[in-house]
């Protein structure tokens, strides 16, 4: 969902084109059945889910799948990416899932008068400044629902230090394009989940020494 036009590498969420309006991340491909393994147990049998930043439409096709009553809501900022998630989800054919919206979940405000049950995200965070993943977090505690939970998945520092050098890499490049974005630390977004009302959990350890940050609201 990234404004931000970035030259990143092929291990990060990379696109590309595939069948019609189809987009395909390889990093989806290698990471997808991992997050629903993860995040399965988080989910409620019925519901609505948001998905922020949904990109190609890669996660939320096997996410719906796992819960029938589940209600998901995609959403992007990009056309191209609002037509790969579309194909995606009329391939599939999954009755659970509504027609995709754009979304720019960096603004204030959008989380007022929604409700839902599950919000998820993936390889957001260290895209946009802390300012833009501050707001996304407080949004998402306005728009869960008692009980709710926010899931957000992604690469994240460990205090001031990083899970391996490919990492601080990755981070390096990042910033070197624009300085006000990069690798969040797990302390930091759990910092601004419990000042806007989450309660955060352990972490999900993940492959690729990436992290599930679990929150929920009251």
Not at 41 to 64: C, D, F, M, N, W
Not at 130 to 158: D, K, M, N, Q
């Amino acid at each position: 969902m990234s404004p931000k036009r970035l030259n990143l590498p092929d291990t990060a969420s990379l696109a590309r084109h595939g069948q019609g309006a189809k987009l395909n991340a390889p990093s989806a491909e290698r990471n997808g059945a991992a997050i629903v393994n993860a995040v399965t147990p988080y989910l409620p049998v019925t519901g609505k889910a948001l998905e922020i930043a949904s990109g190609t439409g890669q996660h939320i096709v096997r996410l719906a799948a796992v819960q029938a009553g589940l209600i998901w809501q995609p959403t992007d900022i990009d056309t191209d990416r609002i037509a790969s998630i579309t194909a995606w989800v009329k391939e599939a054919g999954l009755p659970n899932i509504i027609p995709p919206r754009v979304l720019d979940a960096t603004l204030a405000g959008w989380g007022e008068g929604a409700a839902y049950d599950v919000v998820f995200l993936s390889n957001l965070l260290h895209l946009i400044s802390g300012g833009e993943a501050r707001t996304v977090i407080t949004e998402t505690a306005t728009a869960l629902t008692a009980g709710g939970v926010s899931l957000s998945y992604g690469p994240f520092r460990r205090g001031e230090g990083f899970a391996s050098d490919s990492d601080r890499r990755f981070n390096e490049s990042l910033i070197s394009q624009d300085p006000e974005i990069g690798y969040k630390s797990v302390e930091q977004v759990q910092e601004w989940q419990r000042a806007a009302g989450l309660i955060p959990e352990d972490p999900l350890r993940m492959p690729a020494n990436n992290l599930i940050l679990v929150a929920r609201k009251p």
